[in-house]
C-alpha cells in the first residue's frame, strides 16, 4: 500500500523573503538609516522564521493558567504564562520594540524602524504584541500628560531594552456597561488624605494582565456623568512585597482566539492609584494610548496577512492537484495575487500612518499633516483590521482541508485575526470617530492634496487609469458629503464612507509605489500591484442610499 505525506509548509528569514518591505525601506529611509538597521531586521527575521515559529507550532496546545489560591488558602491570582510568551518577552526587549522610537536614533524615522521590527515580530509572537502595544501607548500618554513623577518611575522600565528591568502596561477601558461607550464607566475613584486615590469598580476586559502597571479610567466623586466626569488613572498591579493591589481576577475570558494572551475580568476593590492629569476629560486624557495601539492594530493585521500568505504560497509550490503543482495552477496563481495586492495596500496604509506618527513625535509635522493623521489612525485601523479577516480566511482556503485542521497551526490565525476589527474600537465606532468628532472637513481637505500628490506625474498609461479613478472617487466622496449631509444618513453611510477612504488611499499609495518603481529602475511589479488591487471594491458609496429608514424596516 502506497501512502502518500504531504510535504508542509516552510517559512524562511522573513525579512529576506518579503521583498515588498525590503522595498518600501529602499523608498522611505535615508541610505544610511537603513544600512544601520538592516542587519537587525536580517536577524529578527531570522527568528521570527525559525526559532519563534518552531515554538510556536510546539507550544499550540499550551495555555496561559490563572492560579488564584496557593496551598494554604491565600488568594494569590497569579498568571502563567506560556514558553513562547516568555521567550517573545525577551526578543521584544532585546530587539526594542518599545525602546526604539524613544531612543529616537533615526529621528522621525524611528516609528518605521520600530513598525518594521513589530511587523516581522508579530505572527510569530502569539499575540505577545498586545501587552506592548498598550506599554507603548502607556509610555507615549504619560510623556504627553507631563505628569514628572509618573514618567520618572514607569516610562524607562516601559522603554527598557533589558527583559528584567523591562515592565509592561494594561490599559482598562472596558466595563460591562460598554466598551465603545467608555462614558457610562461605573468604578468610583475616592481620593485619599495623601493625594493618592483608591478605585472601586469592575473591568469587563483586561488583556495581558500579567503587566506590572495599568492605565485606567475611573469617575472621582461629583466627577458628573459621560467621558468628561471620568479621570485617567496610573494603577501598579502589585505592591513591594507582590501582593496584589486590591486587585482580584476574577476570571480569564474563555475566548475565540488570542487564546495566549491572558484576558481577564477584574475587580478592583480600594486598588491603589495615582491621578494621570486632572480630574476630568478621562477619555480625552487616554487618546494618545488609542492613537498608538491603533497604530500596533494596522500593522499587526497587515503583518498576519503576510504570514497567511507565505505560508499560502510555501504550500502552493509543494501541493499538487491535476498533475501540476498549486503554484502552476492559473486560478490559483490569480487568487493568491489577489492577495498580494491586499496585503501590499494594507501595509503602505499602515505605514502611512505610522511615518505620520513619527514625524509627529520628531516635531517635523505641519497643520494638514496633523489633520491626515487624525483621519487616518481610526480609518488605517478599521480598515486593514477588515482586510486581514478576509486575507486570511481567503489564505485558510488555500490550503483546501488542511486550512482547517488545528494542528497545521493555520487556524490560529484566523481565530486570532478575528478580534483585530473589535478590540482599539469597532469597526462602527472606528467609522464614526473618522467622521464625525473632531474636525472631519479639515481632514478630508488634507486627504484630497495628499492623494493628488500620490497619483501626480504618472508616467504609465495603465497608472494613469488608475489615477483618475481616485480622482473620481474622491470627488464623489465630496460630492455625496455635500448631497447628504444630514446626521442620519451620514452616521448610517459613515462605515461606506470610511471604507471607501481607505482603500481610495491605499490604491493611491500603490500606484505611488508603483511608480516610484519605475522612476528608479528596479523590477517592476507595482503596476500589476495596483491594477489587481483596483480590481476589488474601492468605491463603496451609493448614490441613492441606502437611507437608515429602509435599513430599519428591512430588519423590522
Ligand atoms: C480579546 C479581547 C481583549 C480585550 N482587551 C481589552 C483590554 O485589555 N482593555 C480594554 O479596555 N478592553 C479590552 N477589550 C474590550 C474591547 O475593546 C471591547 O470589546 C470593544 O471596544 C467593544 O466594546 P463592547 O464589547 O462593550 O461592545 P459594544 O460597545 O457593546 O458594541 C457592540 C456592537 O455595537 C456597535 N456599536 C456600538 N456603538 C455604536 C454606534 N454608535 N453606532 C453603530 N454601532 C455601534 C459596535 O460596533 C459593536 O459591533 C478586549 C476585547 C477582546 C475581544
Redesign the pocket.
Known sequence: MSIFIQSPPSLGNQYRDDRFLRAYLVRKLPAEVLASIEGQLDELGATAGGELYELQLEDRLNEPRLIQWDAWGNRIDRIEITKLWQRAAEVAARDGLIAIPYERAHGRYSRIHQFASVYLFHPSSDVYT?PLA?SDGAARTLIVSGNRGLIDRAVPRLTSRDPVFAWTS?????EAT????VGTTLTRAERLADDRWRLYGK??????ITSQMALTLARPEGGGPGGSGLAMFYVETRDENGSLNGLKVERL?D?L??RK?P?AELLLEGTLAHLVGDTRNGTRHIEPMLVVTRAWNSVTSVAFMRRALALALSYARERRAFGASLSELPLHVDTLAGVEAEVRGAFLLAFELVELMGRQEAGDIDDEQRALLRLLTPVAKLVTAKQAVAVVSECIEAFGGAGYVEDTGLPLILRDAQ?LP????????LS?DALLRGDPATGLAALGTRLEACVQGVTEARLARLAKRVLDTLSHVQEWLRSHGEAQML?ANARRLAMTIGRTWQLALLIEHAQWEIASNRAADGVAAAARFATMPVDLLANDGPHPRDSAALLD
Open positions: 498586545c498598550m494594561g490599559q482598562w477601558m472596558t460598554g466598551g465603545s461607550d473591568k469587563w476586559f483586561t488583556s495581558a475570558k475566548k482566539g488570542t494572551v484576558t478580534v473589535i478590540w482599539e474600537g469597532t469597526t462602527n465606532v464614526l452616521q
